[in-house]
């Protein structure tokens, strides 16, 4: 296996993994925080999607734009514009802090999609990128420091699963039962 289907590979395996801790969650809770935890499953979905979209950007060598965020999948808003089939950039974006408002994210099972999509984006921009391309640097963070495309792809299966994590306690917050029980 080479090194971009490898990489590839890597992103695609978080969506079985991510989905397992999405057992038992359903509308009335997709939106739920617990006490003392940073975040929601609808919240977690549109955020790592968001990044995973603005990283196949730059595996593309485009210069990432809110244009280019998939229209069918993100509204560019002030947060306040999400919808059930749509999340808004800015209630996902890096920074953000999620509400318990259904109304302002797409359904559980949309977001699901979403995330799936943008796995599914990214890992085919890592595809099409020429090997020679992986030790390209780009600018990441908000701190602009610089790190190869082959790095950025493996910080995003990290990312997706830090947000897992989150989700993982998320159930215990709630009470859920043990994906393992």
């Known amino acids: 296996m080479s090194p971009r289907d490898m990489l590839a590979e890597s992103v695609l395996s978080t969506k079985t993994l991510l989905a397992r801790y999405l057992a038992g969650f359903d509308e009335s809770t997709a939106t739920r925080q617990a006490p003392s935890l940073p975040n929601h499953v609808a919240w977690s979905l549109g955020h790592c999607a968001l990044t995973m979209h603005r990283v196949a950007h730059m595996f593309a060598a485009e210069p990432v734009s809110a244009a280019q965020i998939p229209e069918s999948d993100f509204i560019t808003g002030d947060g306040t514009r999400g919808d059930a089939d749509r999340f808004d950039t800015e209630s996902v974006s890096f920074g953000s802090k999620p509400v318990d408002d259904p109304r302002l994210y797409p359904t559980l099972a949309r977001s699901a ?59 215990r917050g709630l009470g859920f039962k043990s994906i393992f029980a």
């Open 113 to 171: 999609q979403i995330y799936d999509a943008a796995c599914d984006r990214l890992a085919a921009a890592i595809r099409a990128t020429d090997e020679s391309q992986l030790d390209r640097k780009v600018k990441w963070g908000a701190s602009g420091l610089e790190t190869p495309l082959w790095s950025l792809a493996m910080r995003m299966v990290f990312h997706n699963g830090m947000h897992t994590g989150q989700i993982a306690d998320l159930r």
